[in-house]
């Protein structure tokens, strides 16, 4: 079975999303803030007429944030909901036929949760991640 991924950058790393599950690459035009969403939640925007959840993915993995924001995004849809994983840069679709290998490095805390695995590709290591782990957001941190 043939297999790709999409490689995108997040704050300088390369990343990796299964391209099955990629609906679209847009540029987001204009984003409605949503009151009291979590932090990592840009608010919404809308894609042929659906509504989308816009996701920053450098506040999900807790990363410094751009000096100016993206308004490119990976829309992937889970479970019939759309959603825009905020990026700051895609490369290229790349073939890939291994699964993703165990990670072998320490990872900052929001990329070790999102994580799958490890995959050399065409194009070089890519960290391929989880995208319903950016959805959910950084860990909940327990009061002290």
Known sequence: MDRSLLLV?????RAAFASEII?????LD?????PRAPEHIAGLAALRSRAMT?????????????????????VVEIDEFL?????DAV???????????????????G?????????ETSAGPALVV?????IEGPAKRKAA
């Open 111 to 119: 990329w070790a949760r999102a994580a799958i695995g490890m995959v």
């Open 83 to 87: 959603y825009a994983l905020v990026v």
């Open 91 to 109: 490369e290229e679709v790349v073939p890939f036929d291994t699964e993703p290998s165990e990670i072998r490095a320490d990872l900052l805390p």
């Open 23 to 27: 609906r679209s690459v847009v540029e």
């Open 9 to 13: 950058s997040i704050a300088g790393e």
């Open 54 to 74: 816009v996701v920053d993915c450098r506040r999900t993995l807790e990363l410094p944030e751009a000096e100016v924001p993206g308004s490119l995004a990976v």
């Open 30 to 34: 204009g984003i409605t803030p949503v």
């Open 130 to 134: 989880d995208p319903a782990k950016l």
